[in-house]
């Protein structure tokens, strides 16, 4: 499921550029949520994710993992961390093909891009989402693929802990989470 195609993307911007003035396209910032559980979660879990790419920095041997690491930093603390609007309510359908924990929807953009986290992700505590933050935090770097941010996913949690929590994409892609 992957829902930040450029066409998605694209069709998702022009709706809200249409009804931008009415309801800015249902997005609320996670501070908004009605769930103040999640709003705690997301918080915490944006934390947790900036020390874990920090401990990776400081691990790192290579400059170009290190360069990569500090763009992924820089998007997730410009990103702003969002309930989804009501165009993507079924992506967090837990019921849907897939588990979705939180997605963006554009990638590589000049302005703050979001990224929407899922309420049910708060089942599953703020390490998962934290990871899961630093996931959509790489496709805001550019990289749209999810067997490449996968690998670069891994590499980070391998720098901060030596492993990462599993996923969906490593089994895919072949990738082993140690």
């Not at 992957?2 to 249902?26: K, Q, T």
């Not at 170009?64 to 992506?91: F, G, H, K, N, Q």
């Not at 897939?98 to 049910?120: K, L, M, R, W």
């Amino acid at each position: 499921m992957e829902r930040f195609s450029y066409v998605l993307g694209s069709r998702f911007l022009v709706l809200c550029l249409v009804f931008l003035a009415l309801s800015a396209c249902g997005q609320k910032p996670i501070s908004e949520s009605s769930d103040p559980e999640v709003v705690a979660l997301a918080d915490e879990a944006r934390e947790i994710s900036l020390k874990w790419l920090d401990a990776a920095a400081a691990n790192s041997t290579s400059s170009e993992m290190s360069a990569r690491i500090e763009a992924v930093r820089a998007s997730l603390e410009s990103s702003d961390l969002r309930s989804p609007p009501a165009l993507y309510s079924d992506t967090c359908d837990t019921n849907s093909k897939g588990f979705v924990a939180a997605f963006v929807t554009e990638q590589n953009t000049s302005t703050s891009p979001d990224i929407f986290v899922c309420s049910h992700t708060k089942r599953f505590g703020k390490y998962f989402l934290a990871q899961v933050l630093i996931h959509e935090s790489i496709h805001l770097t550019g990289i749209h693929d999810e067997c490449a941010t996968t690998q670069v996913e891994v590499d980070i949690m391998r720098g901060a802990f030596q492993e990462a929590f599993e996923n969906s994409y490593m089994n895919r892609c072949g990738i082993a989470k140690n």
